[in-house]
């Protein structure tokens, strides 16, 4: 046989398209398969078996699905270079392929009734037992035209098996298995980019933030109570390694909070860097009282980002630390915050926010699932004004929603369209919020607190600690989430929420570089 990949690349220009040219792979373990959510001229799902070192791929107009009583035509499109196997991100307008692309499911498969599966493929009728995240079970295609050559139409079809689901629709599970995004999230914010001017193996570029070598936690750890710690091209002197900082079994220490803030610095400083930072220290642990800190000390190092506040009364903070660089949250974590609280405006326009802010804070008789029933439904509200947002947990018991905005809204601005918004909202559930705002008065009832939309008024960071046992963080996550029946607003802790970042990504990403004028709610 001669090159599988050959009319792949006769049909692209690599001088134009930012795609790999590609090798033929080695085998290594079990065939893999990937069926990518790809939006071009129109959209369609790209289903890829790993057979001979390269993706044979079929195009699906309407998706693989689990319904056996459903068949799909499957265009047979050329074979891909196994690169492809986990691409999300954009290829640019113009190009051929052009649009967005999430990887919709992955996993590995095994041909059935044969041993030859590009014979089987070559003979027009492929049998695959598959092991995705979505899809399982035994998929069948079969070819409709003559020869099997690239666009010749197929049919894909799903076994009545013990996989077999009556109705099932792809659309109904729109997010990527590997950053939990959509193709409208992929598209304002792509973590990947293809590069045509790299070997193929590196062809696929992150876009993510460079991750802290292991060597820099080795460090750490070798230091005894305290010392001299090389973190991100800084000397940050470090104190009180093994003081208990959280409750827990074990109790988490000092230096395992600095571990954490430096490997999460680089995912969480697009919401910090620019900003003010208030920072909520508990030096001698979250059991202790905690106070609040703002100014910037005498005996911060040069390089600790600064901002004057010209307009500061006597009396009021006059100089700011600002987090413009990961560095800077490892020295904050060291001073002694364990809470993090970034301005919602920029120290560039402190009086013009960046986000419109929802917060959700239960009463003392609200309900986890009182809490879900008043997200999910901002979660429908924001969708019907097309909207981009994100909701995250606080790592306490609240949930909260970040709206971004385009320059020129005021505090006031904001404030009125939150206010709106949440009181439409809670005339579908009266029964579960309060509009008094003393707490007493709103007799254990949730507060839609539209208040927060403030100059110097923050709420907690994403990623950041919360004074509490095992040292629960606020975690960003996607909207489908609000239906997940593990999800609680403490689910996720400094030594848990590392391994989920890795996997999923991180939903607030979306919101970055998607600043938006907000609409006229009736």
């Known amino acids: 046989m001669g090159d599988p990949l050959e009319t792949y690349r006769r049909m692209r220009d690599f001088g134009r398209t930012p795609e790999p040219a590609g090798e033929v792979g080695e085998r290594e373990g079990a065939p893999r398969f990937v069926v990518q959510r790809h939006r071009a001229s129109r959209l369609h799902y790209d289903v890829r078996f790993e057979i001979d070192g390269v993706l044979v791929s079929w195009a699906v107009p309407k998706g693989p699905t689990l319904d056996p009583s459903a068949r799909r035509l499957a265009m047979h499109v050329e074979d891909h270079p196994i690169e492809y196997l986990d691409f999300e991100g954009v290829i640019p307008s113009g190009e051929y392929g052009g649009g967005d692309v999430i990887v919709w499911d992955i996993g590995t498969w095994e041909p059935v009734k044969t041993d030859d599966a590009r014979a089987a493929v070559d003979g027009g009728e492929l049998h695959a ?16 035209g003559d020869d099997g050559g690239s666009g010749e139409p197929w049919m894909m ?70 010392g001299t710690w090389d973190v991100f091209g800084r000397r940050l002197k470090v104190t009180n390694l093994d003081k208990v900082l959280f409750p827990g079994d074990p109790p988490v220490t000092k230096r395992e909070l600095l571990a954490y803030t430096a490997r999460i610095a680089p995912t969480a400083l697009p919401y910090l860097e620019g900003r003010a930072l208030n920072l909520h220290r508990y030096p001698d642990g979250a059991e202790s009282k905690g106070f609040w800190h703002k100014e910037r000390p005498r005996h911060a190092p040069e390089w600790l980002g600064a901002w004057d506040n010209e307009e500061a009364d006597e009396g009021e903070t006059e100089t700011y630390v600002v987090a413009d660089e990961p560095a800077a949250l490892v020295w904050a974590a060291n001073f002694g915050a364990l809470e993090w609280h970034p301005w919602t405006s920029r120290t560039s326009a402190p009086h013009e926010p960046t986000y419109a802010l929802i917060d959700l804070d239960p009463g003392t008789s609200t309900s986890w699932d009182d809490l879900l029933v008043l997200a999910r439904l901002h979660r429908t509200a924001l969708d019907h004004l097309g909207v981009t947002a994100r909701a995250k947990v606080t790592g306490r018991r609240g949930i909260q929603v970040w709206v971004p905005v385009v320059e020129g809204y005021t505090f006031e601005d904001t404030r009125a369209w939150v206010e709106k918004l949440s009181r439409t909202v809670g005339k579908v559930v009266p029964e579960l919020v309060s509009w008094k705002w003393e707490v007493r008065a709103r007799k254990g009832l949730a507060r839609l607190d539209y208040t927060q939309n403030a100059i110097n008024k923050t709420l907690v960071a994403p990623y950041s600690p919360r004074p509490g046992p095992e040292a629960p963080v606020s975690v960003p996550i996607a909207w489908d989430e609000l239906d997940d029946p593990d999800l609680r607003p403490d689910r996720w802790t400094i030594r848990t929420v590392l391994d989920r970042v890795s996997e999923r990504g991180d939903p607030f990403r979306a919101l970055l570089g998607a600043a938006q004028e907000l609409p006229e709610i009736s």
């Not at 037992?129 to 409709?144: A, N, P, S």
């Not at 997010?175 to 045509?196: K, M, Q, Y």
Request: proline residues 7%.
């Open 157 to 226: 079809l799903h076994k009545r098996d013990e996989h077999a689901v009556e109705g099932w629709d792809p659309e109904d599970h729109p997010r990527s298995v590997l950053s939990g995004r959509t193709n409208d999230e992929v598209l304002a914010d792509p973590h990947r980019l293809w590069r045509s001017d790299a070997p193929a193996a590196e062809a696929a570029v992150s876009l993510l933030p460079e991750a802290l070598p292991d060597s820099a936690i080795d460090e750490l750890a070798s230091l005894g109570t305290q």
């Open 129 to 144: 037992e598959v092991h995705g995240r979505k899809l399982r079970g035994r998929f069948v295609l079969v070819r409709r």
